[in-house]
């Protein structure tokens, strides 16, 4: 499908860490776009970096160096409410963990997200059921998290996200605690999610995961570069 506009773009960012008496650098002079309706993987070893860069892109850390934009505006001049905004409304997370309740049942955590800032929206019953149904859990709504299977709650943790109908959607190793058959079964639902025009960025250490999406951007000693397309 054909990009729509720039959603996210870094501009020579940088990320020091101080370890002691030495000054890290986690990221160097990162600098790409991301536009609407991309698949993006962030491919990288464990240490390389990309889990500091997952964080920049959700706002959960600010760079050192350089310019983060989103939506063409600088992050920098938000206050960290404005940042929290963003993070709930425009960003849906998925991480390697779910992050689910145990004592809520399905419907009720794919809810959470819709009263982060107060009162839910008026059409919030619907917005649940939506994205129940794209991740393909609608019949298991009333179940708790422990009577599901791993990548049932990890659809569960998508359909989370997707809840207030986000912009971006990051996930981090969505497919690490899962066997390979679910993992796939995970990928295509990314794969379906893209298609329907969800921005997508998975960030993982796997070159096989990575080659299921269009775009890879490969991070090494902090330094990101453009690899290959599937």
Known sequence: MP???????????????????????ALVDASFTLNEGEA????GP???GKSTLMHLLGFLDSPSSGEILFEGRPVAVLTESQRARIRAEKIGFVFQAFNLLPRLSVRANVALPLAYHGSPPADAADRVSRALELVGMTNRAHHKPGELSGGQRQRVAIARALVNEPRILLADEPTGNLDTKTAAAILDLFKELNRLGRTIVVVTHSPEIAANFRRQLHVRDGRVTEGGSA
């Open 3 to 25: 990009l729509g506009s720039e959603v996210l773009r870094l501009d020579r960012v940088g990320k020091r860490y101080p370890m002691g008496d030495v000054i890290v650098d």
């Open 40 to 43: 993006v993987a962030i491919l």
């Open 46 to 48: 464990s240490g390389s």
